[in-house]
């Protein structure tokens, strides 16, 4: 298994479950509430730890009992936390809302994620040397997300970049990124193609060549991913199960597509194994809570 490195951002979730999202100025009560870790970075670490991976994670926490609680959990997946940064700004947190369908809407705190900057990549380097891949998003500071790309170009690491949330990304950044999993809206905001098909999803994966990307997965929610490599563009259909919360399951997949590369699959192979995995996460409540097991992913 090769070393993978994840830089992003860890939250705690407080879930409300209610029957429907509610209104503007409404409230509705009967809700049941959880508490999770989360946060996009965290979840894909702990996603891909949890695959059997070998994860160095670089996020900044807060110097409070929310910080502490995530890289206890950490540990206990068994990632390095050697790199992790303490800050006097609190932990960032999530508040999310999902109903019966599954649905979701969520509005996050960043707090000590904004507290990531690019001179704690350059101070991890040393640790990076000698990975195979970097996983990043975009739930901290932009300059931070491109010098872990930059960086990691630069010491022979394959850049995986998970667009979301969606922000501009500097255009000088495609031509370091090895591979970039959007989804239907984020492709289209990086495009300006309109996302609803396979061909639609084709056409968009041309143009995100065309920036530079080497490899390109668009995922489309409940039907599958489209898996296009230079010359070559594959469907991998979705998996049907009874959805109970789609919190984290983008998260879910990358995490567990980044630690199938890093076994040795091929990019379709890993879309495939990474569908098996957010197809189980999202019959579970909760982010990090429903990330599962390498084993579970086997018994399928």
């Known amino acids: 298994m090769k070393k993978i490195i994840v830089v992003g951002s860890s939250n705690v979730d407080l879930t409300a479950r209610v029957k429907r999202l509610p209104l503007p100025g409404e ?8 508490r999770a870790n989360g946060g996009k970075g965290a979840n894909q670490a702990v ?10 994670f670089l996020t900044c926490l807060g110097n409070d009992a929310s910080g502490e609680m995530l890289s206890a959990q950490f540990a206990a997946d068994g990632i390095d936390t ?9 932990t960032g947190t999530a508040l999310i809302f999902v109903d019966d369908n599954a649905e979701n809407c969520i509005a996050v705190a960043p707090g000590s994620n904004m507290d990531l900057m690019p001179e704690d990549i350059d101070a991890a380097a040393g640790n990076m040397k000698g990975a195979d891949y970097l996983l990043v998003q975009l739930e901290i500071p932009m300059p931070t997300v491109v010098r872990s790309v930059e960086l990691a170009d630069s010491l022979g690491i394959r850049t995986i970049l998970n667009p979301a949330p969606m922000n501009p990304v500097p255009e000088e950044l495609f031509s370091h990124i090895w591979l970039i999993t959007p989804n239907q809206t984020e492709a289209e905001q990086l495009t300006g193609i309109h ?3 396979e061909d639609d999803a084709r056409a968009a994966a041309d143009a995100l060549f065309a920036k ?9 929610g409940g039907k599958g991913s489209m898996v296009c490599t230079p010359g070559n563009s594959i ?13 984290g399951a983008g998260d879910v997949y990358n995490g567990a597509l980044v630690a199938s590369l890093a076994e040795g699959k091929s990019i379709p192979e890993a879309a495939r194994q990474a569908t098996l995995a957010s197809s189980i996460a999202v019959t ?3 982010a990090q809570t429903s990330a599962p097991y390498k084993k579970e992913i086997e018994s399928l």
């Open 27 to 34: 409230t509705i009560g009967g809700a049941t509430l959880l």
């Open 82 to 90: 050697s790199c992790i940064k303490l800050s006097a700004t609190p």
């Open 47 to 56: 996603a891909a730890a949890r695959m059997g991976a070998e994860v160095l």
């Open 284 to 286: 579970r409540m909760g």
């Open 235 to 247: 469907f991998v259909p979705s998996r049907k199960v009874h959805a109970v919360d789609t919190t």
């Open 195 to 197: 996302v609803s098909s």
């Open 212 to 220: 530079g990307v080497k490899n390109v997965i668009i995922t489309m």
